[in-house]
């Protein structure tokens, strides 16, 4: 069954530094999204994409955050300059469409990012 | 805007027994998600419920949803051990955005 694929599971950086998250969305969809869950707290959205480009991002996704799809099958959110605050689980997910039929949103299983 | 909120937030029964989690929205939908997370991993699609359907069932999983009331329950029966996770609806939410309820966390005793 065709998933979504994250890597790394888990990624340890030293704050100030730069970190790309990547995921491998499932092969037909056409939208992406990444989310955030900070240990213990709920899953809030960060950013969607479609199209070639942002449709929709919340306050979290500052100028820090930024997304791409560089090859067509990637899709990747870097962090700047990471703060002890983006300690998260970050989640991509993605879904072959937004209405009517086959909109369900399926996740990978998020890349753990330690900030030091 | 959009809102999800989930009851109870945590739920204990033993093997065997029925559990029931509830959420509830502010706005109106065009369909419903719901998600299970085993502890710090990923997030697992159960099953999606259109504003037009009232109930929808997948193995030991049944979903309702009252749009009049814009809520929604997620009914697992018979459970096992292994449903021991978290349980979170998701709502879509403006341009291709969904919001998730704030969880609930349910412990099967064996």
């Known amino acids: 069954e065709p998933e979504v694929t994250q890597t790394p599971s888990h990624q340890v950086t030293q704050m100030g530094q730069e970190v790309i998250l990547r995921c491998v969305p499932i092969s037909n969809h056409l939208y992406f999204y990444w989310y955030r869950q900070i240990l213990g707290q709920k899953v809030e959205f960060l950013v969607s994409?479609?199209?070639?480009?942002?449709?929709?991002k919340s306050e979290i996704f500052d100028d820090q955050f930024s997304v791409e799809r560089p090859d067509g099958s990637n899709f990747t959110l870097k962090i700047r300059s990471t703060k002890l605050e983006d300690s998260a689980m970050y989640f991509c997910?993605?879904?072959?469409?937004?209405?009517?039929?086959?909109?369900?949103?399926?996740f990978g299983q998020g890349t753990r990012l330690t900030v030091v | 805007s959009q809102q999800g909120e989930e009851d109870p937030q945590a739920l204990s029964i033993q093997e065997g027994e029925n559990a029931t989690m509830n959420c509830s929205y502010k706005t109106s939908i065009n369909n419903l998600q719901w998600y299970r997370q085993n502890s710090g991993r990923g997030l697992v699609h159960l099953i999606l419920i259109r504003s037009n359907e009232r109930e929808k069932h997948s193995g030991r999983l049944r979903v309702t949803l009252d749009t009049s009331k814009k809520s929604s329950s997620l009914l697992i029966t018979a459970s096992r051990a292994a449903d021991t996770a978290s349980y979170f609806c998701?709502?879509?939410?403006?341009?291709?955005?969904?919001?998730f309820g704030t969880g609930t966390r349910l412990k099967v005793l064996a």
């Open positions: 998701a709502l879509p939410s403006g341009t291709y955005k969904y919001i």
């Open positions: 994409f479609y199209n070639n480009e942002i449709s929709e």
């Open positions: 997910a993605s879904s072959e469409a937004w209405q009517g039929l086959n909109t369900e949103a399926f």
